[in-house]
């Protein structure tokens, strides 16, 4: 996905603290005068309708870090590591996005028919030990999901539905994978392996991998990436004429490999949410669906169309719904000739307006700092992005790539995202279509000195704590304003006196109704 081929191939063809989920404190390390006050019933001061929602800050919005697996380029950072490293590496990286005010991760936990995870349908992924088949010695999965929960991350897991290896060479892959148990299936192309996305038993095999998951481990949403036929290489020919003569039915061969990937879309949406009723389905394409030179409903571009070139229909699976979400890489400057983000961002936000189908937006953290093009050495062009954002009510989110991106912070553009975007936490955006409800509002809320605590509630992931202004108005269902954490435990050390109301939140993020307590 994310190593810079879309990127290149759109240019050519044109000629992403333990307990505490986010934490924001007012200021300094101010105490209250020690003593003990119990909550109250919730009465706010001022009613919430008068309050004006402030486009700063959003009161629900995702904000998610890609963490790449493949060619170990996030995590882990190299092959062979100790397993205590491993996870301190991985630990590194939540607790960035958790100073960020982030509150998602996109793991990849199948870079190429291989798994992170203990798996009898693939063999373990070369990236933990260097070795395709090699058992690590341990299952990274629950470990990766739990840290995430702990700090009020949402875990996503990534994979890659159609790329079989790496290497072109199956006698490096075990015996035991299915590309070497099932040759009928793949498709060699460039340097790669690739299943055959025409082939119904490929389709089942993926649907199958990703519902083991979903089955299994505690995931909050399954995610795919950009491939899925083969981004075009000049001179070669990606060669699945057995198939579409057996499968065809009369289609073109474009609109065939279309209906193919359509219908892994739809069979996978089906099976996650049929194991898993809470557990989100979605997919990040290529940021051009097509051009207007291809089609007078496509975007102001001339960049590779994903329609055409990898035959990814993303419209498609936006008007069927059989997406939860759909997060384009749009992975250029405002002002690029061949895909300017600010004539992108209009048209995806187009696409899913007035439909459940939620929008994120892949944003390009890994180029801020690039020479190749002025826009991205100048530190402000990520953040302008955020702001563009704004003016469409349809965006709910961007993810970044990618997770080292994150850590190195280039030209200080996360610095800056988090002062102008990110100055308070904010919720998840709600899926109503995945189901949950609110939890009671939070029991036995008290306070001693800075300290507040509260009953575990029934049905609570985590817990939202406001900050009242002096004015004693109460805005907290209209936006972030007064929201200084998300916590995943009952207990949050303020770090200055006033009222506070404490909220409960299912996994989902539907939001109880408060109470208070007043601290100082």
């Not at 058992?135 to 009020?152: N, S, T």
């Not at 669906?289 to 990814?312: C, E, F, V």
């Not at 988090?418 to 939070?442: F, I, N, Q, T, W």
Request: hydrophobic share 40%; with cysteine; proline share 8%.
């Amino acid at each position: 996905m994310r190593t810079g081929r879309p990127l290149i191939a759109a240019a050519t063809l044109a000629v992403l603290t333990t307990g505490a989920a986010f934490l924001f404190g007012p200021g300094g390390a101010e105490t209250s005068a020690s003593g003990s006050t119990t909550k109250k019933r919730a009465t706010p001061a001022v009613a919430a309708a008068q309050c004006v929602a402030d486009a700063r800050h959003p009161k629900r919005q995702l904000r998610g870090v890609w963490i790449a697996t493949v060619k170990n380029i996030d995590w882990p950072s190299r092959t062979g590591l100790a397993v205590d490293r491993q996870k301190a590496e991985y630990v590194k990286i939540l607790d960035a996005a958790v100073k960020r005010r982030l509150n998602a991760v996109f793991v990849q936990v199948r870079p190429a028919s291989d798994a992170l995870y203990k798996s009898s349908l693939e063999p373990w992924s070369e990236y933990l030990t260097g070795t395709p088949g090699k058992d690590p010695g341990w299952d990274p999965l629950p470990f990766l999901v739990a840290e995430a929960h702990k700090r009020g991350l949402e875990f996503h897991a990534w994979f890659n539905p159609y790329r079989a290896a790496h290497d072109a060479d199956l006698s490096r892959l075990p015996a035991s994978h299915p590309a070497r148990r099932n040759p009928g299936w793949i498709v060699r192309y460039g340097d790669r392996i690739y299943y055959n996305p025409g082939l119904p038993q490929v389709r089942e095999h993926v649907t199958k991998v990703v519902t083991d998951v979903v089955q299994r481990y505690d995931v909050d949403g399954i995610h795919f990436d950009d491939y899925f036929y083969p981004y075009p290489e000049p001179g070669r020919t990606f060669d699945d004429r057995a198939a579409f003569a057996k499968h065809g039915k009369g289609k073109s061969l474009p609109a065939w490999r279309r209906s193919n990937v359509n219908t892994l879309i739809a069979q996978v949406d089906k099976a996650v949410h049929a194991a898993k009723g809470h557990v989100k389905f979605g997919v990040s394409p290529f940021g051009i669906w097509r051009n207007k030179a291809q089609d007078p409903t496509g975007s102001a571009t001339s960049g590779m169309s994903a329609y055409d070139a990898i035959h990814a229909d993303a419209r498609a699976w936006v008007k069927a719904g059989t997406v939860d979400y759909v997060m384009p890489q749009l992975y250029w400057p405002r002002g690029f000739r061949a895909a300017d983000y600010s004539a992108l961002v209009p048209w995806w936000a187009g696409e899913v307006k007035g439909g459940d189908v939620h929008l994120y937006i892949g944003q390009a953290l890994y180029r801020v700092g690039a020479t190749d093009d002025k826009a991205w050495t100048k530190p402000g062009e990520l953040p302008a992005h955020l702001t563009l954002n704004r003016k469409f009510k349809q965006v709910d989110g961007d993810v970044y790539f990618s997770a080292k991106n994150l850590l190195a912070n280039p030209l200080g553009a996360m610095d800056r995202i988090v002062k102008e975007h990110y100055s308070r936490p904010a919720l998840l955006p709600l899926m109503k279509e995945r189901g949950g409800s609110a939890p009671p509002a939070p029991a036995g809320v008290k306070s001693a000195g800075p300290k507040l605590t509260w009953n575990a509630t029934p049905g609570a992931r985590s817990y939202a704590v406001y900050r009242l202004p002096k004015s004693g108005e109460d805005c907290h269902t209209t936006d972030a304003r007064d929201l200084v954490a998300v916590v995943s435990s009952p207990s949050f050390g303020a770090a200055s006196p006033g009222t506070y109301l404490v909220t409960a939140l299912d996994r989902l993020h539907h939001e109880s109704k408060p109470a208070t307590v007043k601290v100082g």
